[in-house]
């Protein structure tokens, strides 16, 4: 969920291009304004959501087949496919047609994974593991919200406009479990506090003789309404935001991707990329550079709330 779009979830700023812009993030009063509407305000859904993106190989086995701002990864093995992210319940047909566009069949998705259980990145599991026969893993503390369709989501629970078509989980994954399919190895790290099971994947990929360390971000964001202090729903959450960072910044990275196309500049780069920049998404400074921002917004709400509690 990104920007105004939804402000329910304060995704990271972007520039024009879509590339990470630290030095003038929040610098905007307008947008801080519109960060500070209550959720009850919330607008329609970001068009980027649903904006047809390019499908485009990213390295190795792993595939771009997501839209704008969702971003959803194709990982083409012998055995089979995997899917990250399933988006929204509408964005079904859209990466069906990536998926197809790239040349592969849909139907060959043997395991779904999403980054964690908000409605913008697993409303359209149920849909795709009806249409697959897909295997469906999902972090252990995410597992009961895509059961229940959000219903059980520690902030959104009683929302009825951030339920989904609930799902049934195959698998349940643990911090360090491993996703195998045809000889490709993806590793879940638990990075929690955006949703109690919010999973960061990481992966190698071979390019060029090199190997690239791949990591798709899950969400290292602080949602406005999100209690940071005295969370009775979900006491650990400070304590869980920050065990994500202390993972994120361990994690050794190349080829810098997320949940949202907004997070890695997504637009800037592929434009880089379509240019002939085959490198346009190895960005290990990027990627230290948003984690680095995050903890940094993270912290100062938390000092904040501090400072406000009686």
Not at 37 to 55: D, G, I, K, Q, Y
Not at 161 to 172: E, K, L, N, S
Request: proline fraction near 5%; charge should be neutral.
């Amino acid at each position: 969920m990104t920007g105004c779009g939804r402000t329910k979830d304060a995704e990271i700023l972007k520039t024009s291009g879509g590339s990470l812009n630290v030095r003038n993030l929040f610098a905007s009063a307008a947008l801080l304004a519109c960060l500070a509407l209550p959720v009850s305000l919330a607008a329609a859904p970001n068009p980027a959501w649903t904006r047809p993106f390019p499908p485009f190989r990213i390295a190795g086995n792993l595939y771009y087949v997501g839209s704008e701002d969702l971003a959803s990864y194709l990982v083409v093995t012998p055995s089979g496919l995997i899917l990250i992210n399933s988006s929204l319940d509408a964005s079904v047909p859209l990466i069906r047609k990536s998926v197809e566009t790239l040349g592969f069949n849909f139907h060959d998705i043997k395991i779904l994974l999403i980054s964690h259980a908000h409605y913008d990145h697993c409303a359209g599991s149920a849909r795709i593991l009806r249409m697959t026969g897909a295997k469906y893993e999902v972090m252990d503390a995410d597992v009961s919200v895509v059961a229940t369709g959000g219903r059980t989501d520690f902030s959104y629970g009683a929302d009825p406009t951030m339920r989904y078509p609930g799902a049934h989980v195959d698998r349940i994954l643990h911090d360090g479990s491993t996703v195998r399919l045809g000889g490709t190895v993806l590793t879940a790290h638990l990075t929690p506090g955006h949703t109690k099971g919010t999973t960061t994947w990481t992966m190698d990929e071979r390019e060029d003789g090199k190997t690239l360390h791949a990591v798709i971000i899950g969400s290292p964001n602080v949602n406005p309404g999100y209690k940071l202090v005295d969370n009775k729903a979900y006491p650990r959450i400070a304590e869980d935001y920050k065990r994500t960072f202390e993972v994120l910044n361990s994690l050794p990275c190349d080829l810098f991707l997320g949940a949202h196309g907004g997070y890695f500049g997504l637009t800037e780069k592929y434009a880089r990329w379509k240019a002939g920049d085959k490198d346009a998404f190895v960005d290990p400074a990027g990627y230290k550079a948003y984690v680095a921002e995050r903890g940094h917004a993270f912290e100062t709400e938390l000092a904040r709330q501090e400072a406000a509690k009686p």
